[in-house]
């Protein structure tokens, strides 16, 4: 192999294949990056085995070839190079890398110790839609989702795929939250639905990779009563939150609570080493009074993923979960549940 690149092109490309290298020991390839030629094209190509990212830079192809070397080392020498271009030829077991003021030799590995990356086998069948909806819809949820090691089943956002819907759903048992998207918003050709488990950290990567699973039923989850229904301003809400979460405890709890007959709602947190604060942000609200413990931290997650200047906090007591969506869009419903009142 013998390539020229700019420097700021493979730059970008190790940037983009970065989370995927791993510092597994007992596999010293996965420290590699795998750099092959192929149709007038430069691929770089990490995996830790649970992901695998590949990125297509372009380049001067004077001689095919492929080789893999260290990610750490590679990076870390194009990170302070001060020369625009980079060549790069393959030498029995190294890697020349020589500028016209820089020459290294890296050492390699053999690339048949290269796990081998999986290619997609239907290409018949797909769903497309513009980058920018679906990375908003993943952004609308992803914070929900959590690693767990007892219900591996919710470590990743859910695909539920049903022809004129398409849902993206994430949860922690303790929140969750749902985006749906609509036929308007993509074009599809699959005959029938399906729902999919995207594990967390490829969503995080490469959100168009998906593995089957089973969802765990999350419907009954989400509120069809509410016992108080809340309108608020959402930035009030919002500053409110963040504001007395700076005495909250361990738990990151803050108490919502009705006053003055349930015309204003008082946020408040306190604790014995540092004292107390509450806020009173007006509200407009119908059903019965109400008291509940939240984690600042995920109440705050939920608001934050609105643009509605206001938005509706739907209660059912102490115990069970609370609901905030927006009056005027209803593709979107954040769901977590209350910290135990003690």
Excluded at 65 to 94: H, M, R, W
Aim: aromatic content about 8%; some cysteine; glycine content about 4%.
């Amino acid at each position: 192999m013998k390539i020229t690149i700019l420097k700021e092109n493979l730059k970008e490309g190790l940037n983009s294949v970065v989370r995927a290298v791993s510092e597994n020991n007992n596999l010293p390839i996965l420290k590699n990056i795998l750099i092959k030629t192929f149709d007038n094209k430069i691929k770089l190509t990490a995996t830790n085995l649970e992901l695998a990212i590949t990125k297509n830079i372009s380049g001067k192809i004077v001689e095919e070839g492929s080789i893999t070397v260290p990610f750490s080392v590679l990076n870390g020498i194009i990170a302070n190079l001060d020369s625009e271009k980079v060549n790069l030829e393959s030498k029995g077991d190294n890697l020349i890398l020589k500028t016209d003021n820089y020459q290294a030799a890296i050492q390699s590995l053999n690339e048949e110790e290269f796990p081998i990356i999986p290619e997609i086998g239907n290409s018949e069948h797909h769903l497309k839609m513009d980058s920018e909806s679906f990375n908003d819809a993943v952004l609308k949820v992803v914070n929900c989702a959590q690693i767990s090691e007892i219900r591996p089943e919710i470590s990743g956002v859910l695909f539920d795929f049903q022809i004129s819907s398409l849902k993206l759903v994430a949860t922690d048992s303790f929140r969750l939250a749902e985006k749906t998207l609509f036929d308007k918003d993509y074009k599809a050709n699959f005959p029938r639905g399906f729902k999919a488990i995207i594990p967390l950290k490829t969503i995080q990567e490469v959100p168009r990779i998906l593995k089957n699973g089973n969802y765990p039923d999350y419907e009954p989850i989400i509120p069809k009563n509410l016992a108080t229904e809340c309108v608020v301003n959402r930035e009030s809400l919002l500053n409110a939150v963040k504001l007395v979460s700076n005495f909250s405890g361990k738990i990151n709890d803050v108490k919502i609570k009705s006053k003055e007959g349930k015309k204003v709602m008082e946020v408040s947190s306190s604790t014995q080493q540092l004292g107390e604060n509450r806020y009173l942000v007006p509200m407009k609200a119908k059903g019965e009074d109400f008291e509940v413990v939240f984690n600042w931290r995920f109440l705050l997650d939920g608001l934050k993923s609105f643009d509605a200047e206001e938005i509706l906090l739907g209660l059912n007591g102490d115990q069970r979960a609370a609901v905030i969506k927006s009056q005027k869009d209803f593709s979107y419903v954040y769901i977590a549940m209350p910290l135990k009142n003690n």
